[in-house]
């Protein structure tokens, strides 16, 4: 069983000139090749500190962090890391199909040359089919966010980092969203790290759920879900088991806050 994110001991926080804010401290975390993790807990616990982490957006404090068995630096240099955030950026004089392009063009040295068959595959595996041409203005949130997905997509990361990406959806397209994900997940088996304010959420998508403490930033529990579900990380919102785990996080975040 291959490792895709360890942790030890790490502290995450931000530096500044004089001191260090220490957001988490003494992290231990072991996620395994090919799992959809979901993270939940308070505003300001420090989820999003760990993505940047993780994705080398920010150095650690201290302790050791590999991702992918080699360096949060080095797994980002080989373009083995897929970000979606939000409220996604995309660039809004290009066009959904340049936007979803947009990583491989400006891929520096490691540039990849991307062709349009991937694009055209994307955009139909994200529901995107006939949209390729317009520009960011003129779809839907939803839309955006499903272009957000597909960039993330574009170079087939072993891992994807996603910040609560449909937080800003209505409830009948982030559900139709969770289930294209999990389809996703299912056919390319990439790592999933996925932050959510949502229990629902985060128990529909994850095989575990890591539920995240406050003052100070730290993990509560990480609850298996995976003996509550069919063997594909499916499982019935009604089905007692989901509801019973459903209530467990409740707990936990209440615990958390
Ligand atoms: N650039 C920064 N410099 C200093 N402190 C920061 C910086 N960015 C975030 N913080 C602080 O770090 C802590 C954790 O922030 P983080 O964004 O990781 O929280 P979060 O769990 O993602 O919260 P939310 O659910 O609101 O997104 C917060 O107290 C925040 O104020
Ligand atoms: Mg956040």
Redesign the pocket.
């Known amino acids: 069983m291959s490792v895709a994110i360890d942790c030890e001991k790490l502290d995450i926080?931000?530096r500044?000139a004089d001191t260090d804010?220490t957001?988490v401290s003494g992290l231990d975390l072991t996620v395994t090749a090919g799992e959809f993790l979901t993270i939940l807990?308070?505003?300001?616990?420090?989820?999003?500190?760990?993505l940047?982490v993780v994705a080398d957006l920010l150095e650690p404090l201290s302790g050791s962090i590999a991702v992918l068995g080699t360096s949060p630096r080095q797994a980002r240099m080989t373009r083995q890391i897929g970000f979606v955030f939000?409220d996604s950026t995309l660039l809004p004089w290009r066009s959904v199909r340049q936007n979803i392009e947009l990583p491989a063009v400006v891929g520096g040295a490691n540039k990849r040359v991307v062709s349009t068959e991937k694009t055209d595959a994307l955009l139909v595996m994200l529901g995107l089919e006939g949209l390729g041409d317009r520009f960011p203005s003129q779809l839907s949130g939803g839309q955006r966010q499903r272009v957000a997905i597909a960039r993330a997509l574009i170079e087939e990361p072993k891992l994807l980092l996603m910040?609560?990406p449909f937080g800003a959806l209505d409830e009948i397209t982030r559900d139709r969203l969770n289930s294209e994900l999990l389809s996703i997940w299912r056919r390319t088996g990439t790592t999933i790290l996925f932050?959510t304010?949502s229990i629902m959420e985060a128990v529909y998508l994850g095989e575990r759920v890591m539920v995240?403490a406050?003052n100070p930033?730290r993990v509560l529990s990480i609850t298996d879900l995976r003996d509550a579900k069919n063997a594909d990380n499916s499982c019935s919102r009604e089905d007692p088991k989901i509801i019973s785990a459903m209530a467990e996080m409740r707990v936990a975040l209440e615990a958390a806050s």
């Open positions: 926080g931000y500044n804010i957001v807990g308070p505003s300001g616990c420090g989820k999003s500190t760990l940047r939000q910040d609560e932050v304010h995240m406050s930033g």
